[in-house]
């Protein structure tokens, strides 16, 4: 079975905490702090491999996690980082998050990699804490939360090129004939349920890879028919031949059938529409094919090329594969795509605070980094964590939304209750 769809779950590796601990050797009695830090999360990386055809493997695993961090230990050693996690995906694949159409990666090359879920940094261990003032500290930060989040994977085949048109217009028995592939061939519609690669060589050193998209009918741009799912493997191809029923065995038009599926190519994907397309008339061998044929040109005029074929007996794909290889020459392989860079004087607040119900939700990566490493249990840490608010102004922020005493606020997954001049307690 071929799938090109699945939705997984990644989480980093957490940061390891760090440690409280004093050094406690012989003839040293002040020795101070020697808390080491935690070790970093370990990445989640998404790496195309050649080897891999289909995404059927996460049909049967949805989670993946990374290793978290070593904790800090004693005498200021630092903890060991957790190993990133490789995650392999066919070539073709592109990553968005679920949360919305962002994408996060389109790997079409063997062995390109994409960093998708970063690993927390490890917590600092109490010897960083030490200053002149305050020698023995007695905590040390957690490890930071690795980044967790959903991803879709979409699977769109790479291939040159891409044989395209409505159900039952021989596109199957093309690929059989010009390659080694062997679809499934029957004399109804719908047939080809999943699309096919196949591998077309000429002459010496002279091959390209077709695929045999699955037929596409009125509204596929909108879904009808699994056209979303069948469509999406057109995007890759380099040049397109429409293959058209120019003998109208299905009682259709072949002018219209012509007109229709360019329609929802472009409706689908406006650059689909610019897309290199040469016309493959199939089943010349049939009656009527002759004069519809003539009618098909005169439609067409001279925009695009068309190629009187017949599927059945091989006549005409001989020519129609060398003007093929000829086209792809010409036409360049499709670049990485490369993620847009972030404009670096965005300013993004530390924090902001809205009213949900009775709770005021304080949300932004600042704040709820600086909640999530801390040891909430410590009280020199707590003590901590109520200056650091202050100093953010978070209790300003918070009075100006009318906050009382012992009101909730919830930081991230925690919860507080407002305590007037020391932000919130626990």
């Not at 610019?274 to 010349?284: E, F, G, H, S």
């Not at 009075?399 to 020391?422: C, L, S």
Request: hydrophobic content about 35%; charged content about 30%.
């Amino acid at each position: 079975m071929f799938y090109d769809y699945a939705k997984i779950n990644l989480k980093a590796g957490d940061g390891g905490n760090g440690c409280v601990a004093f050094r406690r050797e012989k003839y040293v009695p002040f020795g101070g702090p020697s808390g080491g830090d935690g070790g970093r999360g370990g990445d989640i990386i998404l790496r195309a491999d050649e080897g891999l055809r289909t995404l059927v493997d996460f049909r049967y695993r949805r989670h993946y996690k990374a290793e978290r961090g070593q904790h800090g230990m004693g005498k200021n050693m630092h903890g060991k980082g957790g190993e990133d996690l490789i995650v392999r995906v066919p070539i073709g694949t592109t990553v968005r998050r679920v949360d919305g159409q962002r994408v996060l990666a389109d790997l079409i090359r063997h062995g390109q990699e994409a960093l998708v879920a970063r690993g927390g940094r490890g917590g600092r261990g109490n010897a960083r804490f030490a200053t002149a003032t305050h020698k023995a500290p007695k905590f040390a930060e957690k490890g930071e939360p690795g980044e967790e989040l959903w991803v879709e994977l979409e699977l769109k085949l790479l291939a040159d090129v891409g044989l395209v048109g409505f159900p039952n217009t021989g596109k199957s028995t093309i690929i059989s004939r010009i390659s080694a592939a062997r679809p499934k061939i029957a004399d109804y519609p719908f047939t080809t349920i999943q699309p096919n690669l196949g591998v077309v060589r000429l002459d010496e050193g002279t091959s390209f890879v077709v695929a045999d998209i699955p037929g596409l009918i009125e509204g596929a741009h909108e879904g009808t028919g699994l056209g979303h799912r069948f469509l999406r493997h057109v995007e890759r191809n380099r040049l397109l031949i429409h293959v058209v029923d120019v003998a109208g065995t299905e009682g259709r038009d072949p002018v219209e059938d012509f007109k229709v599926i360019n329609r929802e190519l472009e409706r689908y994907s406006p650059a689909l529409a610019t897309r290199p397309q040469i016309v493959a008339a199939n089943k010349m061998d049939q009656p009527d094919a002759a004069d519809n044929l003539e009618r098909l040109r005169a439609s067409i005029g001279t925009e695009y090329e068309v190629f009187p074929v017949s599927a059945l007996t091989g006549e005409g794909l001989q020519s129609l594969m060398y003007r093929t290889a000829a086209l792809l020459e010409t036409i360049p392989e499709p670049e990485p795509w490369e993620p847009e860079a972030e404009d670096v004087d965005t300013y993004e607040p530390p924090f902001t605070v809205r009213m949900v119900d009775d709770y005021y939700v304080v949300s932004g990566k600042d704040i709820e980094r600086v909640v999530a490493m801390t040891d909430l249990d410590n009280p020199e840490a707590l003590f901590r964590l109520q200056q650091t608010i202050l100093k953010m102004g978070l209790e300003d922020a918070l009075k100006a939304e009318g906050i009382k005493e012992g009101d909730t606020v919830v930081i991230g997954n925690f919860e507080f209750e407002y305590a007037e001049g020391q932000g919130a307690t626990i």
